[in-house]
């Protein structure tokens, strides 16, 4: 089992993302869900659980839990809600914890760590909005990647090989999903849906790097796809209905 802490995902007070993050905050919600078995990899279907929930783990390799903080190899990051947002390392017995970042000091969540181990991801939070920044694993290197106009949502991920991050970013009324590199260059847009047409919120990497797991939705329906990081290949999962899938996390199944 699983204990979700209440410290992450917490935001400045009326601060509104686009992306999987309540727009309420300053309570955290714990997503969990169950397994969608896709060609020999498995994912989570997440929907919103109360505070301080245990979840069940099931196999590994196919766990995640919003409330959760990201894991290096023998180190994790996390946000905490102390004397200010910031992201901190500790081990994983709990201890030896260390500031890491504060962004620019006005609230920072989601840090996910690169498989490499050796850069962190993470949206920051400005009166205006929200942006991407990046940094190293020590905190060093802080760069912005994204504006804060973009108001870039609160779940990215890194691709296997580390050399891209996928992210959520609310560019003039729409909401798609877009890569880029570590370096701020290189951003790719993988949809490109109008204002006032279908939101996509991409979640997470296939372990082959082949595929991103998006949620749709329409008309106040959601569903689940998959798209080739290219943009090519969309396929639909799940049929749209009512249930609203939230931080999906694709792993293996075995």
């Known amino acids: 089992m699983l204990r979700a802490h209440p410290e992450r995902h917490i935001l400045p007070p ?10 309420t905050a300053r309570r955290a919600k714990v997503a969990a869900g169950h397994r969608q078995p896709l060609g020999g990899t498995g994912f989570l279907l997440a929907y919103d659980r109360p505070l301080d929930a245990d979840i069940a ?11 959760e903080p990201a894991s290096g190899a023998d180190r994790c990051s996390q946000a905490f ?10 081990t994983l017995a709990g201890a030896d914890r260390h500031w890491i970042t504060s962004c620019e000091g006005h ?14 991801a993470f949206t920051c939070f400005s009166r205006t909005g929200s942006a991407l920044f990046a940094s190293r694993a020590d905190g060093s290197h802080l760069q912005q990647l994204k504006p804060f106009s973009d108001q870039v949502g609160s779940k990215e991920d890194w ?12 560019a003039g009324g729409a909401v ?16 490109h849906y109008p204002a006032g047409g279908p939101l996509a919120f991409g979640n997470s990497y296939s372990p082959d790097g082949r595929w991103i797991v998006l949620r749709l939705e329409n008309d106040g329906l959601y569903a689940l796809y998959k798209i080739h990081p290219d943009g090519s290949g969309l396929q639909q999962i799940t049929p749209f209905s009512t249930f609203r899938p939230r931080g999906m996390a694709w792993g293996s199944a075995t």
């Open 176 to 191: 798609n999903t877009a890569t880029i590199r570590p370096d701020g260059t290189g951003l790719f847009w993988v949809t």
């Open 14 to 23: 009326g601060v509104r993302v686009a992306g999987d993050v309540p727009a």
């Open 57 to 67: 783990v099931g196999r590994a390799g196919v766990l995640h839990a919003q409330a």
């Open 159 to 170: 691709s296997p090989d580390s050399g891209r991050i996928m992210f959520i970013a609310q």
């Open 81 to 90: 809600n102390g004397h200010r947002d910031a992201i901190w390392s500790m």
């Open 107 to 120: 609230g920072v969540t989601d840090p996910e760590v690169s498989p490499s181990g050796t850069m962190l």
